[in-house]
C-alpha cells in the first residue's frame, strides 16, 4: 500500500506559478511510476504528465509542455510538479498518482490516488 498526500494548490493569477508537491509513505516509492493528473470544473480527470523510477523518462500533457516540469526525490519519497506561466484553463483539482509504469499512468492505469489539491487560476 502506498498513500499519497499532495500539498502546495493554490489561488493565482494568470503568468504566476506555483509548486504542487506529493508526499509518499507506505510501500517502496521508487518502485512506481509517478505521476499528475487534474480535473477541471464539470469536466473528467485528465492526465498532465508523468515520470519513471529514475526520474529520466517524463511525458507530458501537450498543453502543458514547456510550463510544467515533474520531478521526484526517492531519497524523500517526494514528487513535485512546477507549474510556470500558468493559465485560467490550467484550473482544476490536481491529484497525485502512483501506477506500474509511465505508459500506463498516461493511460490512466493508476494503482494509487492522492485525494487532490485545487488550483485556481484567475484572469
Known amino acids: 500500500q502506498v498513500q499519497l498526500v499532495e500539498s502546495g494548490g493554490g489561488l493565482v493569477q494568470a503568468g504566476g506559478s506555483l509548486r504542487l508537491s506529493c508526499a509518499a509513505s507506505?510501500?517502496?516509492?521508487?518502485?512506481?511510476?509517478m505521476g499528475w493528473f487534474r480535473q477541471p470544473p464539470g469536466k473528467e480527470r485528465e492526465f498532465v504528465a508523468t515520470?519513471?523510477?529514475?526520474?529520466?523518462?517524463?511525458t507530458y500533457k501537450d498543453s502543458v509542455k514547456g510550463r510544467f516540469t515533474i520531478s521526484r526525490d526517492n531519497a524523500k519519497n517526494t514528487v513535485s510538479l512546477q507549474m510556470n506561466s500558468l493559465k485560467p484553463e490550467d484550473t482544476a483539482v490536481y491529484y497525485c498518482?502512483?501506477?506500474?509504469?509511465?505508459?500506463?499512468?498516461?493511460?490512466?492505469?493508476?494503482?494509487?490516488w492522492g485525494q487532490g489539491t485545487q488550483v485556481t487560476v484567475s484572469a
Open positions: 515520470l519513471n523510477w529514475s526520474g529520466r523518462s517524463t
Open positions: 507506505g510501500r517502496i516509492f521508487n518502485n512506481y511510476a
Open positions: 498518482a502512483a501506477g506500474p509504469s509511465p505508459n500506463d499512468l498516461a493511460k490512466a492505469i493508476v494503482r494509487y
